[in-house]
């Protein structure tokens, strides 16, 4: 499966309240027609995992790809592990998910969606692990029918992985019931582990909506970018 065209334009998430001038790791000489060349480089790591995927029954998603959107030579292939490693622009912390072609090795059937990933700098530099999840085309159907709404597909998906104790999460604009993954089982809620806010509205050319938290102090949070059809995935550091 090739790469599809950016879903996105790129974006600088100063809403996000990512600090960009943590760590200096160099500046990228190879493509300089495609950044500022002021922007500091910042290696960025991650998980991509099934949905239903734990600890004592890991099922990795290997081979997807995953590209910076502004630079298409900036590109990273989960390994058998669904491990991922990539250098990104820090102001431009944004990336397209390609799923692989082939079926999953330990799920019924292959990953359709296509992604969009968000990694501010200031979650990388706290240790916020990145963790994504996608459905098989199988699981899509019998996810969505558990929580009583179909998948629609003109509309956007979020999931976000936390860091820190669960606390409640909320987002802006219509969006179906929220669901939490505790490691072992999805439930309603808005507080756990992972928690996915599926069939977001999408409004304006650039469609986007806001993350908060209930109470304390947070990293990653902010307008975060949706699209229609898409995963649009995040991480959150709780204190």
Known sequence: MGRAPALIAILAFAACGEDVSNGDAGVDDAHPGAIDADLVNFSFTGTFLDWDSTTTAPCPIVGAKWYATYDDSRVA?????????????????????VPPANASGCANGSYPQHGIAIAPPAVVAA????????????????????????????????????????????????????????????????AGRDVFFPNIEITGTTPMTTVAVTGGNALGLGAVPIAAGAFTYMAVVLN
């Open 77 to 97: 292939i989960t390994d058998a592990d669904g491990a991922f490693s990539i250098r990104l622009a820090s102001y431009t912390p944004l990336l397209d998910v």
């Open 127 to 190: 240790g916020g692990a990145f963790q994504a999840r996608s459905m098989t085309t199988a699981r899509l159907s019998t996810f969505f029918a558990s929580i009583g709404t179909p998948f629609d597909p003109a509309r956007g998906h979020l999931l976000v992985h936390v860091n820190g104790v669960p606390r409640s999460l909320s987002i802006t604009g219509n969006h179906g019931l929220p669901q939490t993954f505790d490691g072992a089982v999805w439930t309603a809620g808005d």
